[in-house]
Every structure is written in C-alpha cells, then in structure tokens.
C-alpha cells in the first residue's frame, strides 16, 4: 500500500521558484499515474497537475500552466514552481490511483494521499 510523502514546501517570495517531491518510501512510483493537488485558505482542493505512469503525458491547470512543470523517475514525482504568486499559497498534496489512469482532476479517482506540504508564497 502506497503511503505518499511531500516534501520541499516552504516560505519562498512572489516570483521564486520551489521544487515539490512526491514519494512513497520502499516503492517506487512507476506504476501510478500521480496528481498534485492543492488547497488555499477557505477554497476547496483543486486539481492543479497530472502526470501518466509513463511521464509522456502532463496535463495542468490553467491556473498553473506555463509556470509549473511536472515530472518523474522511478522514484518520486516532482512539481516544479516557478514564477509563484502570492495566490499560490496552499497546502499542496499529490495523490495515486490504485492502478487506473484517472481523471487527472478529479479527487474520487485517487485512492492514496499524502500528508499536504505548505508553499506560501510572500514578501
């Protein structure tokens, strides 16, 4: 059974980058399609990025699209962050499907999820 890790949230200025990872300690990742997650203050989660089991396929929101980057190795999945904004802020989470491809954003379609790791984005 997965157990998903995040890490790499911090306080970081708007215009900064951050790099989150995503891990399950003793697995490999290689057999999941992963999201990332997020949820600000007083919003709902949304669904901000997906990547394939092969890594061939990305998807993002538009939110994020053009300043996040999704990526994998067998280990771990990474969100690049660039160029943040305030509005940015939130506890960011990655989730895994059991073995099926998901709907990238849509949370019933996850079955394991992290723990959530803070990004605030502020000067």
């Known amino acids: 059974q997965l157990h998903l890790v995040e890490s790499g949230g911090g306080l970081v200025q708007p215009g900064g980058s951050l790099r989150l990872s995503c891990a399950s300690p003793g697995f490999t990742l290689d057999e999941h399609n992963i999201g990332w997650f997020r949820q600000a203050p007083g919003s709902e989660r949304e669904g901000i990025s997906c990547i394939s089991r092969s890594g061939d396929v990305t998807t993002y929101a538009d939110s994020v699209k053009g300043r996040f980057i999704i990526s994998r190795d067998g280990a771990k999945v990474y969100l690049q962050m660039n160029s943040l904004k305030p509005e940015d802020t939130a506890v960011y989470y990655c989730?895994?499907?059991?073995?099926?491809?998901?709907?990238?954003?849509?949370?019933?379609?996850?079955?394991?999820w992290g723990q959530g790791t803070q990004v605030t984005v502020s000067s």
């Open positions: 989730a895994a499907p059991y073995f099926e491809t998901p709907e990238c954003f849509r949370e019933s379609d996850y079955d394991f």
